[in-house]
């Protein structure tokens, strides 16, 4: 398993992942930015640098994340969440089939382990309202303007 540290405009970056894929990509405060990156990485990199500078909405390097079958599922419906677009933890409680599964839903959102990459942050409240993240909110919203400035500058 490779390790890589990048700096964002939210913090540094932690990217771990092998031959098969990307398997963590989560937000520290502050850490040693690396000076190499293994080559299993280059394109997570790259495309994550991207998508910090605007030049980039989508993700097509390989993932595996590590999680439950229930997780996978969800994890899953958040990579159909389109960039710029938002869902509610109802609505995708809904399209999993179980409405009721709402807390297991928010659940699983929360353990996301590829920040950005599989848009937890895409997924707000019913009523449009900043709920938890992992990453603190301050850092949701930044994401939510990144990815549609028109829209989120109205709700706020």
Not at 49 to 72: A, C, L, M, S, V
Request: with cysteine; aromatic share 8%; net charge positive.
């Amino acid at each position: 398993m490779q390790t890589v540290f990048i700096n964002t405009p939210l913090g540094t970056a932690k990217i771990k992942g092998d031959e098969l894929g990307v398997s963590v990509i989560s937000i520290l405060q502050e850490g040693e930015i690396s000076k190499t990156i293994p080559l299993e990485l280059k394109d997570a990199v790259k495309q994550l640098q991207e998508y910090f500078e605007g030049k980039r909405t989508t993700f097509n390097f390989p993932i595996n994340p590590k999680g439950t079958d229930f997780q996978q599922k969800v994890w899953k419906a958040l990579l159909e969440i389109p960039y710029g677009k938002t869902t509610s933890y109802m609505d995708l409680s809904k399209k999993l089939g179980d409405v009721k599964a709402i807390r297991a839903v928010a659940s699983a959102n929360g353990k996301n382990p590829l920040w950005i990459v599989v848009p937890c942050h895409r997924v707000i409240g019913s009523d449009g309202s900043l709920t938890g993240y992992a990453g603190g909110l301050w850092r949701k919203k930044w994401l939510l303007e990144h990815e549609n400035p028109l829209k989120q500058q109205s709700l706020f």
